[in-house]
């Protein structure tokens, strides 16, 4: 088993590429990028904090670095709507389902958590569902926003269908992410954000980008079989993507079954298909917001967490680890560090802004 | 990778130890044992349903041959309480905290499920956390109560502490089950229902009861170190599972993550502290009942859940394997050939009712 933190070594930008670039500097670029595409100030602002704040805490995938140009790219070619009617279909006490008029994911998010939150204190729990929506990015981004107003906030977003079901040959399910949040007392809250695939399908993307290999246990054949040991990433990104637990033996059973979970949760339960049936729909989303008062004692579960997670960080390592994480914790540590280092960037990236830049008048990114 | 069934086949009884036995007569036998442990007629049959559903569906490591004798011997020794005082410590119209005073699992669970299906009636969503529980059973039953009146169910169960985090040479976690349950209109519900564990650590009893192997990737040395080989079940169970996924590289991050959601969900969320914290606070459980209506129309729910499960099931399968098979279908068939040729019980199970059976003066189960 690899050493603590391998993976993300896996990912990163190669330290003679990177260029550091303040957050505030990024913040504004991207801003001013969502305006030019015809976005009103208050969300295009709104989308350079779900982007950067991505990007502060590590998780590369679902930055700026991959998703910028492709939002881009599709308000240019009118897949995406800048200027969204988005509203409610349907609604409860606890729970709304949201048309989301194919805007972008990253700047409804917000609002349909804020809907959920809002359900969830007045009768302790808001589901939102949303569907026709472009991408939702970082799902733990709206599943935090919960977690610092006292509740426990999930998300998830269903999409694509390149994910192969155990035993199948042909993709049927999107990476599908699952987030939950939940806020300590005095620990870094507690952050879950991970794929139901073996990997996040932006990851191929960004591997063929830095050159890195596929694990075994990630991608199958084309016809299929789990491929058990380590490939070159394809340069266009494969279609036959393994659920987590890549095998039946190891329990691709269960990544399958969780993603499933997600398109039921987040497109079915939003009356819309789920892309298997439907490739041109775009994302469905699920928001949750549990207020904790609703169930106990707020301070007590505070106090609960960080308990919990004092003991989960504390526990023995295994030969060749360091330490043991609990979900968030490596995240919120680099937020502080990128915080006052900047946030590295592949100079690839930078280039792209700067042409981007250049050819819709918006302010350059500084570098640091 | 191994054909179908290659895993239930593992665990089946074989056929030389197999009896079998009609469902009415493991009902009738099973509920006046737990008459005998001071429970009530109504109380008792419920258990004995939730149990016998659970072996008709194939679910044996959650069905009478594991569980039975360990629910006899732990009312015997006053671990559980046969007549719990179990009540509701907060409420709102979503959400309810029950206190199961030290009550069986199996026999509260549906009023548990009851509970959030009424606030999901006036609400659209209902939540129940139940804490200071004994054994919950199988979580996909009472996530099934909700699928069976056009509601998705949702249902989890928190407890133990013998699975470790990644990279970590101690357990922390429960075997911690997630199950979701939709109703569809013409095909078999969706019935999903897994630990977030690499296996059920029930299945390690029953892989030393049957002599078979535990697989690759399921269990860790005493220092932590993920075991990728073949090894015998240990007679005493380990205290070293891993989480689904395995290694860092396959994902047991996610596995772990998975775990830990369902201590937050039916444990913090509940006022209860995990059991790595207290050992001897028993099971804390988490039900949610979706009422479809809240969200969308229930005709067009169903119809897109009938298309999206005959699409997974007439998927192209991978070579070596036979079909494509979505969570649920195996269990639904098996409940079919169950219910006419009987359960299969191992002998060894058999005598152990014929000896308690006695031992009360219950009916003896009757075999075909």
Not at 202 to 215: E, H, P, Q
């Amino acid at each position: 088993m690899a050493r603590e933190g391998t993976m993300l070594e896996r990912f990163k930008v190669p330290a003679e590429d990177v260029v550091r670039v303040p957050e505030g500097s990024l913040r504004a670029t991207v801003a001013s990028i969502f305006e030019r595409m015809g976005v009103a100030p208050e969300v295009a602002a709104e989308g350079a904090d779900v982007l950067v704040m991505t990007d502060l805490r590590g998780v590369e995938t679902h930055g700026v670095s991959n998703m910028m140009r492709v939002y881009v790219r599709q308000y240019n070619e009118g897949v995406i709507n800048p200027q969204p009617n988005w509203h409610i279909v349907r609604e409860t006490p606890g729970t709304a389902t949201i048309d989301a008029d194919r805007g972008l994911g990253i700047l409804l998010g917000r609002q349909a958590m804020n809907i959920a939150m809002e359900k969830a204190q007045r009768v302790g729990i808001g589901v939102v569902t949303m569907f026709n929506s472009g991408h939702l990015g970082a799902v733990g981004h709206f599943a935090l926003l919960a977690a610092q107003r006292d509740m426990v906030g999930m998300c998830m977003t269903a999409g694509g269908a390149s994910v192969l079901p155990t035993f199948a040959a042909e993709g049927r399910l999107g990476a599908n992410p699952i987030s939950i949040a939940a806020p300590a007392k005095s620990e870094p809250p507690l952050l879950f954000d991970v794929a139901t695939s073996a990997m996040a399908i932006n990851k191929i993307r960004l591997a063929a980008r830095t050159g890195v290999k596929l694990l075994p246990g990630w991608v199958a054949t084309p016809e299929g079989v789990p491929i058990m040991e380590e490939i070159p990433a394809p340069e266009q990104g494969p279609n036959m993507v393994l659920p987590l637990g890549s095998t039946r033996e190891l329990g691709s059973h269960k990544g399958y079954g969780l993603g499933l979970t997600v398109e039921i949760m987040s497109a079915l339960l939003a009356g819309a298909l789920p892309s298997m049936l439907d490739s041109t729909n775009g994302f469905k989303n699920y928001f949750a917001a549990y207020d904790i008062a609703a169930f106990t004692d707020v301070a007590q579960f505070k106090e609960n967490m960080d308990k919990m997670l004092q003991k989960l960080r504390t526990t023995r390592p295994a030969p060749g680890h360091d330490r043991v994480l609990y979900p968030g914790l490596l995240e919120y540590e680099e937020e502080g560090k990128r915080r006052a280092k900047g946030i590295p960037l592949h100079k690839e990236v930078v280039q792209w802004f700067d042409s981007i830049a250049a050819e819709l008048s918006v302010p350059r990114l500084k570098t640091m």
